[in-house]
């Protein structure tokens, strides 16, 4: 008997749709290959009831609390590829293959860290991407803003939200167009243009920021947003990206192939587990007023 869905990931998008469908008496397998994405980081935040709470710790409940849907199954397996059409693809995972009427992918995005020396090391600790992830409880100390491009200078006068010490630090990439420096300055955000060389670390966080010749600028964090890119099974099945990199998705979370859902991070760049899991439940109640309709309607 073929799973009505297979969700491809699971992380705060796969968990929360595996628990839509689930309650909807959906017959679910849940396809978890890990680590998760977040590993590095301490704590889960900004997510109501469970702020505060260690990854590991978020992802132990909610297995718990699919345990009473027996149509649900989770299975710590990778998918590694995806045939035939909707309404009958095969799951190939690495412990065999499946049948499933939808697929959804909940597979989130590779994150490409620099050979940047400390940052490897500093990541989740000390270099962040979200202030809405990390910045309470480093409120009002030293911030450093690695910027990619100078399309996204002026993000940096959004962090005095949180703190009044700013510096931005291009790595002499590009060059500061002036009415940009302009309103940095007069949002009192500091400016390095020098290349940066490495990051020093002091007892497992962040004391400096190195620049080439020598120099340092003291910092306590680094927020900083690496390249990303999708996982191989995303680009297995072809699916059609937008000019950023992220899986394009209908009103419905329906990807450019007929039958193939996605949800979470791997759509947006946008990203937040409390976001990622509310698309997984948007996806999951789409997917479940299609699946009820077309098998009501099935003949006999």
């Given at each position: 008997m073929p799973y009505d869905v297979v969700i491809v990931g699971g992380g705060p998008a796969g968990l929360s749709a595996a628990l839509t469908l689930g309650r909807a008496r959906k017959r679910v397998l849940l396809c978890d290959a890990g680590p998760p994405r977040n590993a590095a980081a301490a704590l889960v935040h900004g997510f109501v009831t469970r702020d505060g709470t260690p990854p590991s710790e978020f992802r132990r409940l909610a297995r718990e609390q699919l345990a009473p849907y027996d149509s649900v199954h989770v299975r710590d397996v990778r998918v590694e590829h995806v045939d035939g059409d909707a309404g009958r693809f095969v799951v190939r995972t690495a412990a065999g293959a499946v049948e499933a009427r939808r697929v959804l992918l909940c597979t989130g995005m590779i994150d490409e860290l620099p050979s940047l020396p400390g940052y490897r090391e500093l990541w989740g600790r000390s270099v962040f991407q979200c202030p809405y992830c990390h910045a309470w409880e480093v409120r009002g100390s030293a911030f450093g803003y690695l910027v990619p491009a100078a399309d996204w200078l002026e993000w940096s006068m959004f962090l005095k939200g949180w703190t009044d010490d700013v510096v931005v630090f291009t790595d002499g990439a590009f060059a500061v167009p002036d009415e940009t420096r302009r309103k940095l300055d007069r949002a009192q955000v500091r400016i390095e243009e020098r290349r940066v060389s490495g990051l020093r670390v002091r007892q497992g966080h962040l004391a400096a920021v190195q620049l080439e010749g020598?120099?340092?600028?003291?910092?306590?964090?680094?927020?900083?947003?690496?390249?990303?890119?999708?996982?191989?099974?995303?680009?297995?099945?072809?699916?059609?990206?937008?000019?950023?990199?992220?899986?394009?998705?209908?009103?419905?979370?329906?990807?450019?192939?007929?039958?193939?859902?996605?949800?979470?991070?791997?759509?947006?760049?946008?990203?937040?587990?409390?976001?990622?899991?509310?698309?997984?439940?948007?996806?999951?109640?789409?997917?479940?007023?299609?699946?009820?309709?077309?098998?009501v309607q099935e003949p006999g």
């Open positions: 020598g120099a340092e600028i003291p910092r306590d964090v680094l927020f900083a947003r690496p390249p990303q890119r999708q996982g191989p099974l995303v680009g297995a099945l072809g699916l059609a990206l937008d000019e950023q990199g992220f899986v394009t998705v209908d009103g419905h979370k329906q990807t450019s192939r007929p039958g193939i859902y996605a949800a979470g991070d791997l759509t947006t760049p946008v990203q937040s587990a409390i976001l990622a899991a509310a698309a997984g439940a948007q996806a999951a109640g789409m997917l479940n007023h299609e699946l009820t309709l077309a098998l």
